[in-house]
């Protein structure tokens, strides 16, 4: 992270892509893009048949450059998920009143150049899977700092 924000700073231009598998969705993102964090809670594994994979960063870097084929899940009343109502990839997460985006480290395109910095949500674990210790850090729904941020 820290050599990429280096390089970041070195004014090194780099736009991230992405899409879902079928091209209906397509976009970019002009800022860097926050670790990885894997995410275990339910809505989670449900939309993604496993655990979730996303960055984070700042809401205005991303945009929607082809959505012919994007739609909105309300996963609470305080959160959505976007994906496509074509193919099924799961894509975007936006938090009511959250400055920061959620995209879902699968829908990069290669090479994405982040790295997995953490679990979250892991209290809310299935029990068909072990998640044995990885090195990462590991983070329970009720830590404040569960969720990926830019800037740590
Ligand atoms: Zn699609």
């Not at 496509?84 to 879902?104: A, K, Y």
Request: aromatic share 10%; hydrophobic share 30%; net charge negative.
């Amino acid at each position: 992270m820290s050599e990429m924000t280096a390089g970041a700073k070195a004014g090194v231009e780099r736009v991230w892509t992405g899409g879902c598998a079928c091209g209906g969705v397509r976009y970019e993102i002009t800022a860097q893009p926050g670790p990885i964090s894997f995410c275990h809670c339910g809505q989670c594994r449900r939309q993604h048949s496993h655990v979730g994979a996303y960055t984070t960063f700042p809401r205005d870097a991303l945009r929607r450059v082809k959505e012919d084929t994007l739609a909105w899940y309300a996963s609470s009343d305080r959160a959505r998920r976007g994906f496509c109502s074509r193919c099924g990839s799961g894509l975007f997460w936006e938090g009511e009143g959250n400055p920061n985006v959620d995209v879902t480290a699968g829908s990069l395109d290669e090479p994405t150049g982040l790295c997995a910095d953490r679990h979250i949500w892991i209290d809310f674990k299935e029990d068909y899977y072990d998640l044995p210790d990885d090195g990462l850090l590991r983070r329970a729904s009720t830590d404040p700092d569960n969720h990926s941020k830019v800037e740590s």
